[in-house]
């Protein structure tokens, strides 16, 4: 297809497409181009038919090899019954069926689940729902990217996903990131000009961005999805299923600040006046007041916060009916935060402005540090009014406004302000200032009708009012709170061994107090800067190994050498990057992974997306966060809490020690499996495991291993420090040696004693078993003698056989129900692990009843070659059970009572 | 539409070998490493001292275990009866839901020479001089070998069930058993079986062929081709049973029966047997024979070749 609509003039253009720059498209095309074009998503061409998925898994490569095994069986049938007729055994032929009974049972049960999990992979795609920002009949709107048609105007901003191919007809510093398309991966500079023919060059169209997904082995697939629905539940999306496990294993977590640890929303914390620092109270219903709602100072502070402050509420219906806390506003955030204060202390703020017209208003800026305005002031007091008419407000920093004040008003009078009241002011702005928060000075001044009767002109630009003399009304501090749940959380990670690393664009002087506050930095232990002052020495006196915490700044940062930052990392457990830059963020989370850490890096901002990029696994803010921290995160959390995380890690865990469980499950069958092939070969035993029966182990050991996933935490899963990915595999030797030493051994004990007894008690003692193999497989001896001298045809010596390998089998089963109980614990004994995984307890069941079926019906063992076993040959495997019980209770015992010993290190898996 | 991507350039085959060969170097290098490192003194990643604790544990358990198995297998095999197995008859794995208690036929003699021998085929070689060649591979001397073998059983005459048959024609040593006139004896037996009796009283025949051996008291024994064309070849049979000498069926006396296992250790139990002896077998032709017991409770089954037995002969010369 031909591409010119980046050469068209943008007049040509507009007209083609039936639309204006200014108005956007109107509803009714809007619609008609959407019935015509469809939805602006990528066709899925690639998505295959279901059938061919259903015949992927019937045709996988083990269901493969059982498909080849059943034709086989069916051709051997059909030689036989070519050469016996009537007399041609149907065994082979019962083989043949119950193999492909068993494919198609397996293939539709992994069909199934697979489906199940692309669902639910589908499902969290559509919750959040890329959006863009377009007008449409000269409204902005926002809708979602697929309604989107050709002839749309579309706003983007910094952090944005391109939402379609798009011409631009207005920029500005408009940068894409191209790398999918042409595989630059600097961003490239778009601009509205035509630059190039070809349709990828050319500066004025950008496109559509995409991204691919991955493959994974079927069951994986399974256990990572369950953990991602469970995970969803919790508000935790995960978008890269891989990233469940990466999480589980992650060793340092780095943390923006704002946004991140705190609700980015400036909110007033504290109040001086009188002489006394209260709490503010920023509840909805003001039952957390900690001073009289009626002291004239407080009531003359508040007055000034309402009428100095050009802040308002947006006003459309929808907003103003959220609770106050939530409401948006126009105008500078401390102001937002000051005008939500007072209207939820005093109400009605928008209404007291109108009586208190504002004459005169002198804006903030940089070189004034202070805001002013002049008010008429409405009372009842006519008199008063007439005497003094006009109120002057002024906010601003706080020894500023202090400069320009005679008087404080202290209790209802005003105070002349003297050195004990200029330190008391100190004493207080410092207070205020260390716990990290934005301090506001506030007074006033009634200015008399003699200077400035009723009506008179006042002009900002000559100032022909005074700014001096004013009286002092008390401090307002403002803070961007912590989230709720922060606390818990870090102190969570910490006994989970995990380091929290603070990385902020903030100061330091706001970054520490709210480090502290969050426990980034634990409130017994001290900064330099904190040693310096609880000691009385200057900074270069204190030894920086005595620091547990540092906060650093930016710029020290990118003066240090990689070793430097290596050892900084290394010697302190806590610590505050302020001031930092989206470079040197990453340079941090290079940094951490330099030490052999698994970095997660949370952020909701654009400034945070480098790091989030660098690190093992990227987390964003689903509220807060832009569209491209959510498009590049690995994960986003929906609800924009931090706890969520601690969540996250514990799923991570728990995924990675099922998995572990399960593989070991899985592993312990293969010595007993074993061992019956090798006495065969070596010793010239009869067989004591045949095909069918080993078919039947391994299908019980898929569907009991598959269990294994959905057993639930041990207690110490967030106490013991992150997996070390490069010594701690999922597979590792002790896994290996765990499962086929001991326990195997004893599985394999249980099935040859179970074996032995069957064949000396129907005649045959060990002693005559041993060499046996080549006349008990001969067909032409139809005489063998066991040790009582009796003649076995070779018929009635294959039952006896199979009967041994149905009690054979029978014992690996009991064994693997042992087995599959000790597998639930790592360390904690099963009696505190309980038994409340319900589809472990069916698996245990559901074995027992299939076992049953398969030796006492008489058509279906016949079939398989599976026989009846008598119950007396069912109790040497209950014994072994009830050992390899024991055993590994002791082991975990001794494992819990010496913690790091050798047994630990030998057998812990 | 041309796409222009920054492709990585094609590293030329130097490059990749190169490449190839310093990852091989350094998996190498990790393995030989982990064999053995020299800076820990360390073989597989563990010391000495470390191996030598590991190996003291698993061999601990295993000693443990194994002296577990040990001992309950030999207190299990004490409390086994001496004499007899646990299980005879009905309850041993001799029967199962689908198939009956009954005893095999077999027959002798039976040997192998080879592993992959077809043991159920008698092929007799000529001794003519003409054909002295092919006799180098002759199995007359082993067939009467075995024979002879199997026979040493009835020669203990202390024993007070013995077994005798006093008319055996060609059927001895000294006339090796007919094999070198081309007139071979098999001996053909049933199964020992633990408490089993043959019921002969209620011999029910529901084939023509049999119908000529009903009346016998004894349980009758029958041979013939397997199929028609078996039957054509097979020339005349004649019976040597302890009853007499007959050439319609052998018979066995079932006052041999029951046979008790161990108890008779001691004057070793003789089992009943007939010969049979081909007389005129049709020379170079593969010739199936089945040998057939009757009783009421012995359930016939060609494959599972229960109360039957099959064998080939072969002639290899004319008489």
Redesign the interface.
Same mark, same amino acid.
């Given at each position: 297809?031909e591409?010119d609509d980046h050469k068209l003039d943008l007049v040509d253009l507009y007209q083609r497409y039936n639309t204006d720059p200014k108005r956007g498209l109107s509803y009714s095309e809007a619609q008609k181009a959407f019935n015509r074009d469809g939805p602006n998503a990528l066709s899925s061409s690639k998505t295959k038919p279901e059938w061919i998925k259903f015949c992927r898994h019937m045709f996988g490569y083990f269901e493969f090899l059982l498909w080849i095994g059943a034709i086989l069986c069916f051709i051997t049938h059909g030689f036989e019954v070519v050469t016996?007729h009537e007399?041609a055994?149907s065994d082979n032929l019962w083989l043949g069926i119950a193999l492909i009974v068993i494919v198609i049972v397996t293939g539709s049960f992994s069909y199934f689940q697979d489906a199940k999990c692309s669902r639910i992979v589908d499902s969290f795609k559509s919750m959040v729902p890329p959006q863009a920002l377009i007008i449409r009949d000269g409204e902005l709107t926002n809708i979602r990217t697929e309604e989107l048609v050709v002839g749309d105007i579309v706003t983007i901003k910094f952090g944005d996903r391109v939402p379609a191919d798009i011409r631009i007809l207005e920029s500005h510093g408009f940068k894409v990131d191209n790398s999918f398309?042409?595989?630059?991966s600097e961003p490239q500079s778009r601009s509205p000009e035509f630059t190039n023919d070809?349709?990828?060059?050319t500066k004025n169209l950008a496109f559509f961005s995409t991204f691919a997904t991955d493959g994974f082995p079927a069951t994986v697939t399974i256990c990572l999805t369950l953990t991602a629905k469970r995970l969803a539940k919790k508000n935790c999306l995960v978008k890269n299923l891989e990233a469940v496990e990466t999480l589980g294993s992650t060793s340092i977590i780095c943390a923006d600040k704002i946004g991140t640890l705190t609700q980015n929303r400036m909110t007033v914390a504290h109040m001086w006046f009188d002489n006394q620092i209260v709490e503010a109270d920023t509840s909805e219903y003001q039952q957390n007041a900690t001073y009289n709602g009626t002291i004239p100072g407080w009531l003359a502070l508040t007055r000034c916060a309402i009428l100095c402050n050009r802040a308002d509420f947006k006003q459309d219906p929808e907003n103003l009916a959220q609770p106050v806390l939530q409401r948006q506003c126009y105008g500078d955030e401390s102001e937002a935060a000051l005008l939500k204060c007072v209207e939820l202390s005093i109400g009605n703020v928008i209404n007291f402005r109108e009586i208190n017209r504002k004459v005169c208003e002198i804006p903030f800026n940089s070189t004034n540090k202070y805001q002013v305005s002049i008010h008429e002031v409405y009372t009842d007091n006519n008199s008063e009014v007439d005497s003094r008419p006009y109120l002057l407000v002024m906010k601003g920093a706080p020894e500023h406004i202090l400069e320009r004040c005679s008087s404080i008003y202290i209790d209802g009078t005003d105070v002349e302000i003297n050195d004990y009241w200029r330190n008391a002011f100190n004493q207080a702005y410092m207070k205020l200032g260390s716990l990290g928060e934005r301090v506001l000075g506030f007074c006033d001044l009634r200015l008399s009708s003699d200077d400035h009767p009723k009506g008179y002109q006042f002009n900002e630009e000559q100032v022909n009012f005074p700014l001096d003399n004013l009286r002092f009304l008390g401090l307002m501090s403002m803070i961007d709170p912590l989230r709720v749940a922060v606390p818990e959380a870090i102190a969570k990670c910490r006994s989970a061994g995990i380091k929290v690393i603070m990385v902020t664009g903030d100061h330091p002087i706001t970054a520490k107090p709210i480090s502290r506050a969050a426990g980034i930095i634990s409130q017994d232990t001290e900064t330099v800067e904190d040693i310096a002052e609880r000691a009385g020495v200057s900074l270069e006196e204190v030894n920086p190994r005595d620091a547990k915490a540092c906060v650093i700044h930016g710029n020290d940062l990118k003066a240090m050498s990689p070793a430097e930052i290596d050892a900084l990392l290394e010697n302190h457990p806590e610590i505050v990057f302020a001031r930092t830059s989206p470079q040197q963020k990453i340079t941090v989370v290079e940094g951490c992974k330099r030490q052999g850490a698994i970095v997660a890096m949370i952020g909701d901002g654009v400034n945070d997306l480098p790091a989030m990029k660098k690190a093992d696994i990227g987390i964003a803010m689903g509220i807060t966060g832009s569209d491209m921290n959510r498009e590049v995160a690995d994960m986003v959390l929906l609800d924009d809490n931090f706890a969520s995380i601690v969540t996250g890690v514990e799923q991570g865990r728990l995924i990675f020690d099922n998995l572990k469980k399960s593989i070991a499950y899985m592993l312990t069958s293969n010595i007993p499996k074993m061992t019956p092939f090798l006495m065969y070969f070596l010793m010239g035993i009869p067989l004591a495991l045949g095909t069918s029966t080993i078919l039947f182990i391994d299908l019980l050991t898929i569907i009991s291993a598959i269990s294994l996933v959905y057993e639930e935490a041990e207690t110490d899963i967030m106490k013991k420090p992150p997996r070390n990915p490069k010594h701690d595999r999922l597979v590792n030797?002790r896994l290996i040696l765990m499962t086929h030493?001991?326990i195997g051994?004893?599985q394999a004990?249980a099935g040859?004693?179970t074996y032995? =007894?069957?064949m000396? &008690?129907?005649?045959f003692?060990?002693s005559r078993l041993f060499g046996l193999r080549?006349s008990w497989e001969?067909k032409?001896?139809?005489?063998l003698?066991? =040790?009582?001298?009796? &003649?076995?045809?070779?018929?009635?010596r294959k039952?006896?056989e199979f009967?041994c390998q149905s009690a054979f089998f029978i014992a690996i089963v009991i064994c693997q129900w042992a087995v599959l109980i000790i597998c639930k614990t790592r360390r904690n004994s099963i009696l505190e692990q309980g038994m409340k995984n319900r589809i472990l307890n069916g698996v245990l069941i559901f074995e027992i009843i299939l076992v049953a079926i398969v030796s006492y019906m008489?058509c279906l063992?016949?079939a398989l070659n599976i026989?009846?076993v008598k119950f007396r040959w069912w109790l040497?495997a209950l014994f072994s059970a009830f050992l390899i019980l024991i055993y590994d209770e002791v082991r975990k015992h001794l494992i819990r009572q010496h913690p790091g010993g050798?047994l630990e290190r030998?057998t812990y898996f | 539409?041309?796409?222009?991507?920054?492709?990585k350039q094609r590293r030329s085959i130097r490059e990749w070998y190169q490449d190839f060969r310093s990852t091989i170097n350094k998996h190498l290098h990790t393995l030989g490493n982990f064999i053995y490192n020299q800076e820990h003194y360390e073989i597989f990643?563990r010391d000495g001292k470390r191996w030598s604790?590991?190996a003291a544990?698993?061999f601990c358990?295993?000693v443990v275990?194994g002296g577990?198995?040990c001992l309950?297998?030999s207190i299990?095999?004490s409390l086994?009866p001496l004499?007899?197995?646990?299980?005879i008859g009905n309850d041993?794995?001799?029967?199962?839901?689908?198939?009956p208690l009954s005893?095999?036929?077999?027959f002798r003699p039976?040997t192998?020479f080879h592993?992959n021998d077809?043991?159920?085929l008698i092929s007799l070689s000529s001794n003519d001089k003409e054909n002295q060649k092919e006799s180098t591979n002759d199995k007359t001397e082993i067939y009467i070998k075995n024979l002879d073998e199997y026979l040493k059983v009835y020669n203990n005459t202390q024993s007070s069930k013995n077994f005798t048959i006093h008319d055996v024609g060609d059927c001895n040593s000294i006339n090796h058993y007919g094999y070198k006139n081309g007139k071979p004896c098999i001996l053909i037996?049933i199964?020992?079986?633990?408490g089993f009796i043959p019921e002969v009283n209620r011999t029910d025949v529901d084939n023509k062929h049999e119908s000529e051996c009903i009346g016998i008291p004894n349980i009758p024994v029958r041979c013939m081709g397997e199929y028609l064309f078996d039957q054509e070849m097979l020339g005349n049979v004649i019976y040597y049973s302890e009853s007499g000498s007959s050439d319609v069926c052998g018979s066995i006396d079932i006052k041999h029966f029951p046979?008790n296992?161990?108890k008779n250790r001691n004057n070793v139990?003789q089992a009943p047997y007939v010969w049979v002896q081909f007389q005129n077998i049709t020379p170079y032709v593969l010739i199936s024979v089945e040998c057939r017991i009757f009783a009421a409770n012995i359930f016939y089954?060609?494959?599972?070749?229960?109360g039957s037995?099959r064998f080939q002969l072969y002639l290899n010369k004319k008489i």
């Open positions: 297809m591409i016996y007399d055994s398309l042409t595989g630059e070809n349709v990828l060059e030797k030493g001991p051994f004893i004990a040859l004693f032995f =007894s069957i000396a &008690e129907n005649g003692l060990p080549k001969s032409y001896v139809n005489d003698q066991d =040790s009582y001298n009796r &003649e076995w045809t070779y018929e009635q039952q006896l009967t008489p063992g016949t026989y009846p040497p050798w030998q | 539409m041309h796409l222009k991507t920054k492709s990643g604790k590991l544990f698993y358990f295993y275990l577990f198995f309950y297998l299990f095999m086994l004499h007899q197995p646990r299980y041993s794995r001799l029967t199962s839901r689908n198939n005893p095999g036929l077999s039976q192998s592993l077809v043991q159920t037996k199964n020992k079986l633990i046979y296992g161990k139990y089954d060609k494959i599972a070749q229960r037995i």
